[in-house]
């Protein structure tokens, strides 16, 4: 695949980012000022993934975003200064609820409490539930192509390699409860310690009051809440873990995490976190809260229920650029992350991507094809849209890729599978989309008796035309035909200065021809379609409505 390469050197790259006000470069920013002020050789970008349930589409945005940012500031650093990506995995934490989205419920029902890489696979592909929700999520990301490390929060713990920062939190517990103890309730702050014993009897993440707790040797007691002993454990070695904005701060200390983005819902963690990570004496990272992602109920997405998209899903009916679009735009409004947004994010795409080369370079670093391909676009090189595939598909009843591919050799010759891979996926695409959303909806409208005059006068029209006319000169019949009452609009004016045509015409003929509200530009689906196509089924609406 070729690229658009810059034609600029780093230097004249660099000066250019520090004068852009595209979000990454923003946040990129930041953290060069963060440098000025503490210098180090190697930043680090990091992203969490709470492995409760399935991987979803806003795991895969954080990523996305974060590549995003550190891109952006290797541009503005003139990539002086080495940068790693840490996807981080909280899979040691307790299985508190059965996912609906999963199979085997039963089998998860009987480890409620125990960290998530002690729990079974409910799927039977992998050593625990764990371990099965990170290989999908890695398993995605690198579909992406995405640099990064992925981080076990169970291999940390275990391996020792929190240890240190564990027992700094143990010397200054006291000032870790006076933050965490005002955002709590009254019944809860009674009972309240960071540390959560891993009981050695039943393997369970305990939470339980702390009975004592010593410093010098590194250990916590407790009461085992069922055999009511006193129980002493070290704080090391996986023997606890924190609650998890404890958690958060100290994995923030014990790493040197510079960077981090998070949800809205998690702006007054992101506070208390940064406080407690100061408090052990680190700098809580660079970051923004982006805004969440709702379903079509406009209900926040969530692992657990299973609403919304999954990654699988948009992948189906969508390329993986679209979806980085998606991620890219503004991150901190909240989106609908439905079915109906894709076509949309399909389109929009190559719109930016055809722009692209035009563009003088201030402008290819707002355009988002740069930051969804780290400053490398492809080409672009796609004859036809997405919204015009779907078209084709609804009027063609197209149940092949096949079917499709003869109306694109007609209307560009040349133009295959093999010379044009991409919008070969897309037709798979468009198949996928209709067969599951837009032929189920399907409604012919009956046209009123004034519409079935237009359309008689349209069929006629196109009947007329010259054997290989093009889409323009089809739009142009479709446009004159439709300057008349009801349909004319009197505010837009024709090039001509005659009155215009408002949108109602061409609804009623995706309406009445198609069964659908909306559609591309109807002079380009019948260059596609094919005239006689376009004639036949016009004859075919007017039939139904006789």
């Known amino acids: 695949m070729s690229t658009i390469d810059p034609p600029f050197s780093p230097n004249d790259l660099r000066a250019l980012a520090e004068q852009s006000n595209a979000w990454p470069f923003e946040q990129a920013k930041a953290i060069v000022a963060r440098l000025k002020k503490s210098p180090k050789d190697e930043v680090l970008f990091e992203t969490g993934y709470g492995p409760s349930g399935l991987p979803h589409i806003g795991t895969f945005g954080e990523v996305a975003r974060t590549t995003m940012v550190r891109h952006a500031f290797r541009v503005l650093t003139e990539d002086k200064i080495k940068t790693r990506l840490l996807a981080f995995s909280d899979d040691m934490d307790g299985l508190r609820k059965v996912p609906d989205n999963v199979p085997n419920k039963e089998l998860l029902e009987k480890h409620l409490g125990r960290p998530l890489t002690r729990v079974p696979d ?25 640099d990064y490390e992925f981080a076990s929060s169970t291999e940390y713990y275990t391996s020792g390699r929190f240890d240190a920062a564990l027992l700094r939190m143990l010397e200054r517990l006291d000032s870790v409860m006076k933050i965490m103890l005002p955002s709590l309730r009254e019944e809860r702050a009674a009972s309240y310690s960071p540390f959560l014993p891993i ?110 998209l999954t990654i699988d899903e948009w992948l189906r009916y969508a390329s993986p650029e679209s979806l980085s679009l998606f991620m890219y735009r503004e991150p901190k409004a909240a989106k609908r992350l439905y079915f109906d947004v894709i076509p949309r994010n399909v389109d929009d795409y190559q719109q930016f991507l055809d722009g692209y080369a035009r563009q003088d370079a201030k402008q290819q670093l707002a355009n988002p094809v740069w930051h969804i391909h780290s400053g490398h676009p492809p080409k672009a090189d796609m004859p036809v849209t997405f919204q015009l595939l779907l ?156």
């Open 122 to 146: 409910p799927f039977g592909t992998h050593d625990s539930f764990g371990a099965h929700n990170n290989a999908r999520l890695r398993a995605f990301l690198d579909t992406f192509g995405f």
């Open 199 to 308: 009981c050695p009897r039943t393997g369970m993440v305990l939470y339980v009051p702390v009975t004592a707790h010593d410093a010098k040797a590194g250990t916590i007691s407790y009461e085992d809440p069922d055999t009511k002993e006193s129980v002493t454990v070290p704080v090391t070695g996986g023997r606890c873990k924190l609650q998890w904005k404890p958690d958060w701060a100290m994995r923030w200390f014990a790493l040197g995490v510079d960077y981090e983005m998070a949800g809205k819902d998690l702006i007054d963690s992101v506070k208390l976190s940064g406080k407690i990570c100061a408090a052990l004496g680190g700098t809580p990272p660079e970051g923004f809260n982006y805004e969440l992602f709702l379903d079509d109920k406009g209900q926040k997405i969530s692992k657990s229920k299973g609403n919304g």
């Open 391 to 546: 078209t084709l598909v609804s009027s063609s009843n197209a149940e092949n890729a096949e079917t499709l591919w003869g109306f694109i050799g007609r209307y560009r010759p040349g133009v295959t599978p093999q010379t044009h891979p991409k919008l070969d996926a897309m037709v798979g695409y468009a198949i996928n989309y209709y067969r599951d959303f837009v032929a189920p909806t399907k409604q012919f409208r009956e046209p009123t008796g004034g519409e079935r005059a237009a359309l008689q006068d349209l069929r006629d029209a196109l009947s007329n035309l010259q054997t290989g006319s093009s889409a323009e000169d089809i739009q142009n019949v479709v446009y004159e035909i439709g300057r008349r009452e009801p349909f004319l609009d009197p505010v837009k004016k024709g090039k001509d200065g005659r009155p215009g045509v408002s949108l109602d015409w061409f609804n009623m003929l995706y309406q009445v021809l198609l069964g659908q509200e909306k559609g591309p530009r109807f002079g380009s689906f019948v260059a596609v379609y094919g005239v006689p196509n376009a004639v036949a089924m016009i004859d075919d609406a007017l039939a139904r409505s006789a």
